[in-house]
Nanobody, 116 residues
């Protein structure tokens, strides 16, 4: 399985970015996706998750109302729309996927930098 993130970059506080994660290498029925992030010197933390159908989503409290996770199953791609970005959102963002429990697969990460 390959998960390839894209869309990271540098943006000013208050700006927006959309991350994409393209999945390949298997059938993705019943496969959920999540986004995690890891800031320099900190532990990796959960950001958002979405079910196979896309009907169920969940968000960490520190991004709820600003970030939106979505998926296009025809393209095997999951997205993370990030609005009202803050400097504390600066991190490497990782796409992860799996069926139940802990993620089975991880992408290589994409850097997001928010300047004040």
């Amino acid at each position: 399985v390959q998960l390839v993130e894209s869309g990271g970059g540098m943006v000013q506080a208050g700006g927006s970015l959309r991350l994409s994660c393209a999945a390949s290498g298997r059938t993705f029925s019943n496969y959920g996706f999540r986004w995690f992030r890891q800031a320099l010197g900190k532990e990796r933390e959960f950001v958002a998750g979405i079910s196979w159908s896309g009907h169920n989503t969940r968000y960490a409290s520190y991004v709820a109302g600003r970030f939106t996770i979505s998926r296009d199953n025809a393209k095997n791609t999951v997205y993370l729309q990030m609005n009202s970005l803050k400097p504390e959102d600066t991190a490497v963002y990782y796409c992860a996927g799996g069926f139940t429990g802990a993620p089975d697969d991880w992408g290589q990460g994409t850097q997001v930098t928010v300047s004040s």
